[in-house]
């Protein structure tokens, strides 16, 4: 019943996306789904910020760009599932008692509402010589992409936000000491942001040459120099510690920086936006309250020092010479030496489930944008508390075991002694500091 009025009914199908067999049968099972007429399919990702952008990116392969996508947070962050009215913690209960937690999520995601997203592609490019390279985190160590290097261009989509500078560092750093918890990888932010108050990063000035806005005609024009068109010169402050490109209004766990930094009224900028094809831009003066704000779940306004830039549909960042960059894109960290520039364009739109309604224990979520129908009862209260319609059915016998799996490590997780995250943090803080001098 797709007016959600009265009757809800849907199948259901658990694939565990670790499992290599699952994973290739559950995008074929749904390809072949999306190609009937008969069925309207959403999909829920269970997983982090990078859970979320790999399904996005799979579901582009599998011809099925167009089918929304909601998401359970189960990252550190979580900001694409806050944005989204989806909470930034696990549900807690996640299966229930005959399924009941289960139930009332799946009709949260039938009544959910459809709202586009827009993706957007980051061109990183190195200047020519032999020291040029891309440096990224594979299994806590730092090692060379020689792919990218080789070719001298790194092209990468972006869901939630780009940075370059101080925060893009600290991300970097921390997947060098990333823990098994979301406590203890909040407690790893802290430290690492918090050790840039005894030595301060260096300010943008001195890695970032300019920053340009990129003429529409030729912002989708390819990777070459010649190809794109640069329009307007942006003049961000260049005493700041980190540039930030945000899509969403969640940032660093929950943060709408793009909202809080400036009361007073700009002209020309408005309310953010993930679906309006502009991407905004703003200067951190210090990425210290970044990881404190991760950690703590706040960010101290009077200090943040966050400046607007410009709200645009494409950028261009071009780096001085004989430099070390680094930049993050998505929370994934990059080291860049001899870099040349950064360009941002437009790649195309998702959809994505935006929840109206109340999550019980999810009270870190950022404000959810509204797009109901002016017409509807606004003092509609939240039924998440009540019990699912009893025509709600859901197949579930065939994926029994995925099930069961996915509960052990639920509780494995939950079980985790959060003192031997501590003992690790510790240690291996102890010989991030011996390496840096």
């Known amino acids: 019943d797709t007016s959600f009025e009265h009757e809800l009914s849907a199948e259901v199908w658990f694939y ?14 749904l390809r072949m789904k999306h190609m009937d007429p ?26 099925c760009r167009d089918v929304p996508i909601g998401v359970i947070p189960f990252g550190t962050g979580n900001d694409m599932a806050r944005c989204l009215g989806w909470g930034g913690y696990p549900p807690n209960p996640l299966i229930g008692k005959n399924l009941s937690a289960i139930r ?15 993706v957007w592609k980051v061109v990183i490019k190195l200047k020519e010589g032999n020291d040029s390279k891309f440096v990224e985190v594979k299994k806590g160590k730092e090692t060379l992409n020689t792919g990218a290097t080789s070719e001298g261009v790194m092209v990468q989509s972006m869901i939630n936000y780009t940075s370059i500078g101080a925060d893009a560092k600290i991300i970097f750093k921390f997947e060098q000491n ?51 068109k640069l329009s307007k010169k942006l003049e961000p402050n260049m005493g700041a510690r980190a540039l930030v490109f945000s899509n969403i209004p969640s940032y660093g766990g929950g943060q709408d920086i793009w909202k809080v930094l400036n009361k007073k ?3 020309g900028l408005r309310a953010q936006q993930f679906g309006d094809g502009l991407l905004e831009s703003m200067t951190l003066a210090s990425a210290r309250d970044i990881g404190l704000m991760v950690a703590t779940g706040g960010l101290s306004r009077e200090i943040s020092g966050i400046k607007r830039v410009a709200q645009e549909a494409a950028y261009r960042v071009t780096f001085v010479t004989d430099n070390k960059v680094y930049i993050q894109v998505d929370g994934e960290g990059i080291k ?19 929840n109206q309604r109340d999550l019980p224990g999810n009270v870190n979520g950022v404000e959810i944008p509204t797009i109901a129908n002016e017409n509807e009862d606004s003092t ?11 025509n709600l059915e859901i197949t579930v016998e065939e994926q029994r075991k995925t099930i069961e799996k ?25 010989d991030s500091e011996k390496k840096e001098e």
């Open 265 to 267: 009224k700009q002209k």
């Open 38 to 63: 008969k069925c309207e399919v959403r999909v829920v990702a269970c997983g982090g910020d990078g859970t979320v952008k790999w399904v996005i990116s799979e579901l582009e392969i599998v011809d």
């Open 406 to 430: 996915l509960k052990k490590r639920i509780e494995e997780l939950e079980n985790t002694v959060i003192q031997s995250d501590e003992s690790k943090m510790a240690s291996k803080m102890s």
């Open 16 to 29: 565990d996306l670790i499992d290599p067999e699952s994973r290739k049968n559950g995008f074929a099972f």
């Open 380 to 390: 509609k209260t939240n039924d998440m508390e009540t019990p699912a319609s009893e």
């Open 178 to 228: 990333r823990q098994n918890t979301q406590v203890g990888n909040k407690m790893m932010y802290a430290a690492l942001g918090g050790g840039q108050t005894f030595v301060p990063p260096p300010q943008i000035k001195k890695f970032i040459q300019s920053l340009y806005t990129v003429d529409n005609e030729t912002s989708d024009k390819g990777k070459n120099e010649g190809e794109i």
């Open 336 to 354: 860049v030496v001899n870099g040349d520039s950064v360009t941002i364009t437009k790649y195309y739109q998702v959809n994505m489930l935006l």
């Open 104 to 118: 009332k999520r799946v009709k949260l995601v039938l009544e959910s509402k459809i709202q586009p997203l827009d």
